[in-house]
């Protein structure tokens, strides 16, 4: 580790490392985006890589300007670190060697800000690792997250021909115009796709409103009332989830069918509180917890009952802490599967999650079960992003008491 503590060894071991991750990104990115082919290349991402480090080592600005011209040029001659199949544009091939050599340069004149020729103090070295890490972190995690969506989107906007002739042709074809979204009007116009939409939407919001009718008086009594046996209630909220709901499918598949209860909406709106109310329970009793109770205390001195307290002094103050939990009891509700799979078959009453199902057939096209899916993850991901900063404020207001 010390060796590497000098800026000649630790900026092109960066420079190695951060170009092969630009040039696999870059690769698949236009791979998915032109259909064309682009791959990485070891080699070249070994010696242009060396090159950008020593040209980012605390010089001026043009040193890493200059080492991205060079490897652009040299990623279009067929030497840089991606290799660009012979059928690609000449326009997507410049945009691609100017998006890996750009990056490249960029990043490591980011990561190498305080690294000088000669030795360098543990602290430098470890900031310009951090800096690698965080930026591949970020990478990868956006990879994982929009590929399969990517794919998604792209897939449900094909026509059945253009799937069968390149099942690996991601690129959009714009000039089909409104005919894009075809596999979405059919959804709505030949397989009910609103219904479905309707369906799981009010079942949501009525797990939603159930879930916190038993979930904040219990939280509540956890979290300021004293009773026996209130320590094992309190850690034994959760224990539901150490059992898997597919040993319990079968046990409440019968008690639904004996009950008349199966393929109606009554019992799915019974059944889904049930897997929400005890996490439910458990954001709720720790946010309670970090509410100062002197507040509760001067309620009860003015006259108040203890439902009093809690209607017009704790819940007010628990706004947020509700707002995160509603919001994630929505989303286990929107987009659960096995119970709604299992208890429904009237396709009058099936559910998002259950519907799209319904379009895994060989007699329906590909495109129809990707439009599906975009239609079930697009609203709750916008309603996810919309709030998300007011279910973090929630989810941690509690954590600090007073």
């Avoid at 791979?31 to 001026?60: D, E, N, Y």
């Avoid at 208890?343 to 799209?356: C, E, H």
Wanted: proline residues 4%; hydrophobic residues 55%.
């Amino acid at each position: 580790m010390n060796a590497l503590r000098h800026g000649y060894i630790t900026a092109p071991v960066l420079g190695v490392l951060w170009l092969f991750v630009i040039a696999t990104t870059v690769a698949v990115a236009m791979s998915f985006a032109t259909g064309s082919a682009f791959r990485p290349s070891g080699t070249g991402s070994i010696f242009w890589g060396v090159l950008a480090g020593f040209a980012c080592i605390r010089g001026k600005v043009w040193q890493p300007v200059a080492a991205a011209a060079v490897i652009t040029v040299a990623t279009l001659f067929g030497f840089g670190p991606i290799v660009i199949g012979v059928s690609v544009s000449s326009f997507s091939a410049f945009v691609g060697a100017a998006a890996t050599a750009g990056f490249c340069a960029l990043g490591l004149w980011m990561m190498l800000d305080d690294v000088v020729p000669g030795a360098i103090n543990r602290h430098v070295f470890e900031a310009s690792v951090i800096r690698f890490l965080t930026g591949f972190g970020y990478i990868f995690f956006t990879a994982i997250v929009l590929i399969p969506f990517y794919v998604m989107v792209l897939t449900s906007l094909k026509n059945q021909s253009e799937l069968i002739q390149n099942p690996l042709d991601f690129s959009i074809e714009f000039s089909r115009g409104a005919e894009l979204f075809r596999s979405y009007v059919e959804l709505f116009s030949q397989f009910n796709f609103g219904t479905y939409l309707l369906n799981s939407f009010v079942i949501s919001v009525l797990t939603v409103f159930i879930t916190l009718l038993f979930a904040i008086p219990g939280a509540y009594a956890v979290a300021r009332l004293r009773f026996r046996g209130r320590a094992a209630f309190s850690r034994s909220i959760l224990l539901i989830y150490m059992v898997p709901m597919i040993v319990l499918a079968l046990p409440i598949y019968i008690a639904f069918s004996m009950t008349g209860l199966r393929n109606s909406m009554i019992g799915i709106v019974m059944i889904y509180p049930v897997t929400t109310i005890p996490v439910a329970l458990y954001m709720l009793q720790g946010y309670f917890r970090g509410l100062p109770g002197e507040v509760e205390e001067a309620g009860l001195m003015d006259g108040l009952n203890r439902l009093q307290v809690i209607w017009k002094i704790t819940l007010p103050l628990s706004l947020p802490a509700m707002a995160s939990v509603s919001l994630y009891v929505f989303m286990i509700a929107w987009n659960e599967f096995l119970l709604a799979f299992m208890l429904l078959d009237d396709p009058s009453k099936f559910t998002l999650t259950r519907g799209i199902a319904s379009l895994n057939s060989s007699e329906i096209p590909r495109q129809h079960l990707m439009a599906g899916s975009v239609i079930a993850t697009v609203p709750i991901m916008a309603i996810f992003l919309g709030l998300e900063r007011f279910m973090t404020k929630g989810l941690t207001a509690g954590s600090v008491k007073g």
